[in-house]
């Protein structure tokens, strides 16, 4: 037996004696978990009401702004204590503590990263009101950890031991929420720099805007890594806005989705929230004290991320020795002996070089300079867009704005609807091209100030009555970025809106469960001109029958989109002379890639090499789709706790699966790389809200899971069902209605002096 046999061997025995109430969770009724609340608080100056429905979701009165902020910290400790302490250690680099040497290089690259590095800098130089906010959700945190009556079930199964949360904490959860997306594509990018064609691939990367969501390919390792930075990153989204005149109440209209990892507990959380500064509902990521995405008294407002090239990669290799500084950094291990790897840094930021996890393979010596290492202030923003009551104060309030970058839409009871870029841009003369990597000498990539959401584009009230926005390229001067999501998702949600003169919300819930891809029914049309073409024709004739029945919708029960993807798979494999996905170079089964370039690489083989490729691919598409009646069957919605990435246990947190609709860049997105089998969606439309300014009480929000993070919880998935019925959880504003829709009462009571 080896003797990675051997820790794993002790691992599942640990695991089994340990942590048998997180494999086998007793069910927690919704009242019982409730009953876990403590009610007498120290640090309260009056009494807060906690109004609850039956999906746990909480509305929290509070006569105090402070009371508000405390209350709203044990509420977070309640629902998600577990999910946050897995962050805590995520940003501080500690998964190895947790699931033993198996995460050594893990921890190793995001000690790198150093996502934390900020946090000092930022509370020191945030405003005290902010600051007082920022505290008292923190003593929220410690106040529950402290009387809890049990400890969440995970705790046991990965020796997690509570600690006191500190504001540097939040701080770091703030900046992994904030993580550039376009790392998963320069550190795929940088492991194809050693081709020979890398000039021309790095020209096709840039002019297919390739998405940034790019998988690791190499190992389990690097894949969590990559599950880890996207899943709790802001990295996708749709938003739209529409006008009063036209919608169908008479009301502005917002609406967005964002796009995270599709694994439980769900990376927002829903509350409302009332005190003398605030009356709003809406999304909150687990552990900061902000609603993100929502509704107040004034203002509607959702993102998406902007795709901005916040970081930049610099070959330091030629600066003094005296430049660099390095240190140890130990690493404990569960299960195993401690383990010490290098961290060094430059004047220009931390060398991921050192990262083996990181693929770069780069013989330089690359540091990575990131907008994250700087200080912003992203809660003071969003504290200020709650109580903003002006479009200008609205905008304004996004000054201090930093990561992620942002495109924030909004509408408001008086009827207005804009755009604004929330965001801290390096000031580049340009984004330089030739390479990804930059030189430190290179005008051209010095960094020149920064700009901020005052400096940045906006728009309020456009003529056409509605705005959208999906992750594509901004129509803007200002350098931005290298790599965004395909037009379609936009161009969807536009003629979508442009097709309707009065838009209802029910037209809202259509388009966030819609899932025609119009560039797919292109590309499947030119395939099938090619195919039909030649000599005596495809063959396959039941296969060719689907794929010339299908429209591009990746509904469930759609029966050629099975037929497509089999074809695509088999089409890009062989003209990249590749045994499977793993193989391909970075970006090669990107969506945009794949539109911009695959039929164009077709036509470009000799005609007796195009005809034995395309007959090669539609044979072996044909066994494959043979196997799956309908998209559905294929293409899955998995239900699984994020501690199915663990290894030895982690498929005993996969609780099931189900049919699933929707693809990569349709409205309803439900990521997946090239696919032939049955798999699991990675990646998507995880959250929606939808908000009707007519009325305070037309908001609506859903998640995929449910607002509960405790393993065994009634709240834990219920509201899956929901959220695949297209159907959501009303959160009011107005006193009555929260009344009636949130029966289920907590009392805090302040602790005696």
């Not at 001067?477 to 161009?491: K, L, M, N, Q």
């Amino acid at each position: 037996m080896t003797s990675s046999h051997r820790r794993a061997g002790l691992a599942v025995l640990a695991f089994a004696l340990s942590g048998c109430a997180a494999l086998n969770p007793s069910p927690r009724g919704t009242e019982e978990r409730l009953r876990a609340m403590p009610t007498v608080v120290p640090g309260l100056e009056r009494t807060v009401t906690i109004r609850w429905n039956a999906r746990q979701v909480p509305y929290i009165e509070a006569q105090t702004d402070p009371d508000l902020a405390l209350a709203l910290g044990l509420v977070h400790a309640h629902l998600r204590g577990a999910q946050l302490a897995a962050a805590k250690r995520v940003v501080q680099g500690r998964l190895s503590e947790l699931a033993g040497s198996f995460a050594t290089e893990v921890d190793h690259a995001l000690r790198i990263l150093d996502l934390g590095r900020a946090a000092k800098p930022i509370l020191a130089a945030m405003p005290a009101e902010s600051r007082a906010w920022l505290d008292a959700f923190v003593e929220g945190l410690n106040a529950y950890q402290r009387a809890a009556p049990a400890p969440p079930p995970e705790f046991a199964l990965l020796g997690l031991r509570a600690e006191p949360w500190t504001a540097e904490d939040l701080i770091g959860i703030g900046r992994l929420a904030g993580a550039d997306v376009n790392w998963f594509a320069y550190f795929a990018i940088l492991r194809e720099r050693g081709r020979p064609d890398f000039a021309e691939w790095w020209r096709r990367s840039r002019q297919a805007g390739a998405n940034a969501a790019v998988s690791f390919r190499a190992d389990s390792r690097q894949s969590l890594l990559n599950d880890l930075l996207n899943g709790f990153g802001k990295s996708g989204s749709n938003s739209v806005a529409v006008a009063p005149t036209r919608s169908a109440s008479g009301g502005a209209l917002l609406a967005n989705d964002p796009h995270l990892g599709l694994s439980l507990p769900n990376l927002w959380l829903i509350a409302g929230l009332r005190s003398p500064s605030f009356q709003i509902v809406g999304l909150m990521p687990p552990g900061l004290p902000v609603v993100a995405v929502g509704c107040s008294s004034h203002f509607a407002w959702g993102g998406t991320n902007m795709r901005a090239a916040a970081s930049d990669l610099f070959d330091v290799s030629t600066l003094p020795a005296d430049a660099i500084t390095e240190r140890r950094t130990r690493i404990a291990r569960r299960f195993w002996f401690a383990a010490e790897r290098p961290l060094r840094q430059s004047p220009l930021g931390p060398l991921i070089s050192d990262a083996g996890l990181l693929g770069t393979g780069a013989a330089e010596r690359l540091a990575l300079r990131w907008v994250g290492h700087e200080p912003s202030d992203e809660i003071t923003a969003m504290l200020g867009a709650a109580r903003a009551t002006t479009p200008e104060e609205f905008r304004r309030s996004f000054a201090s704005f930093g990561v992620s970058a942002q495109n924030i839409l909004f509408a408001d009871r008086a009827g207005n609807i804009g755009q604004l870029m929330a965001a801290r841009l390096p000031g580049r003369r340009k984004l330089v091209e030739p390479d990804l990597v930059q030189r430190p000498d290179d005008p051209n990539a010095a960094w020149n100030g920064r700009l901020g959401a005052l400096d940045l584009p906006y728009s309020l009230n456009l003529t056409e009555g509605f705005l959208a926005s999906a992750n594509n390229r901004p129509d803007t001067a200002v350098p931005v970025g290298f790599f965004f999501s395909d037009d379609e998702r936009v161009r969807r949600l536009q003629q979508f809106l442009a097709a309707r003169p009065r838009v209802t919300v029910a037209d809202l819930i259509a388009l966030q469960t819609d899932t025609l891809s119009q560039d797919a029914a292109q590309l499947c049309r030119a395939l099938l001109d090619r195919l039909e073409a030649l000599p005596g024709g495809p063959g396959e004739a039941a296969f060719i029958a689907r794929l010339r029945g299908w429209d591009g919708d990746y509904a469930a029960s759609a029966n050629g989109a099975v037929a497509f993807e089999a074809l695509l798979y088999h089409l890009t494999l062989d003209l990249f002379q590749a045994e499977r996905p793993a193989e391909l170079p970075a970006q090669a089964q990107q969506w945009n890639y794949l539109t911009e370039f695959l039929i164009g690489d077709i036509d470009a083989r000799p005609a007796a090499a195009r005809e034995a490729l395309l007959r090669r691919a539609v044979a072996a598409a044909a066994r494959d789709a043979a196997r799956f009646a309908t998209w559905g069957d294929m293409h899955r919605l998995k239900v699984a706790h994020l501690l199915s990435l663990l290894p030895v246990i982690g498929e005993l947190f996969v609780y099931g699966d189900a049919p699933a609709g929707g693809s990569r860049e349709t409205a309803m997105k439900t990521a997946h790389d090239l696919v032939r089998e049955r798999h699991a969606a990675r990646y998507g439309s995880q959250t929606r809200h939808i908000s009707d300014m007519s009325d305070p009480d037309a908001n609506w929000f859903v998640l995929y899971g449910g607002n509960d993070g405790w393993l065994g919880s009634a709240n834990f998935a219920d509201q899956i069902l929901l959220w695949r019925a297209g159907q959501y959880v009303r959160m009011p504003l107005t006193a009555e209605r929260v009344a009636s829709e949130f029966p289920l009462l907590t009392r805090l009571k302040p602790a005696r002096r």
